[in-house]
Nanobody
Framework: QVQLVESGGGLVQAGGSLRLSCVASGTRFSINTMGWSRQAPGKQRELVAGISSDGSTTYGDSVKGRFTIARDNAKNTVYLQMNSLKPEDTAVYYC?????????WGQGTQVTVSS
């Protein structure tokens, strides 16, 4: 059974940094794509970043140049380093694990950026 457990969220001032972590279990972690999405109140969930098994990355336009996604296959962990945070980055951040036929989600971690 796939389980994704996020951590690292919290309250930070604008301009600050946070690093989110997501530990996966029950997965074929190293051969599949991992990613982060976020959902703010009253808004649709949006892509933040993704990283494939070969290490190639994609980012949402609103976070390019500020956020960095990375993975450690030995630890079954994906990270999201968030720098230069803005109040509009406030959201629940969800880790996801994608196979050819399914996508799995973690429970989410709250990130709040104060102005």
């Amino acid at each position: 059974q796939v389980q994704l457990v996020e951590s690292g969220g919290g309250l930070v001032q604008a301009g600050g940094s946070l690093r989110l972590s997501c530990v996966a279990s029950g997965t074929r972690f190293s051969i599949n794509t991992m990613g982060w999405s976020r959902q703010a109140p009253g808004k649709q969930r949006e892509l933040v970043a993704g990283i494939s098994s070969d290490g190639s990355t994609t980012y949402g336009d609103s976070v390019k140049g500020r956020f960095t996604i990375a993975r450690d296959n030995a630890k079954n962990t994906v990270y999201l380093q968030m720098n230069s945070l803005k109040p509009e980055d406030t959201a629940v951040y969800y880790c996801n694990y994608r196979t050819s036929s399914n996508i799995y989600w973690g429970q989410g971690t709250q990130v709040t950026v104060s102005s």
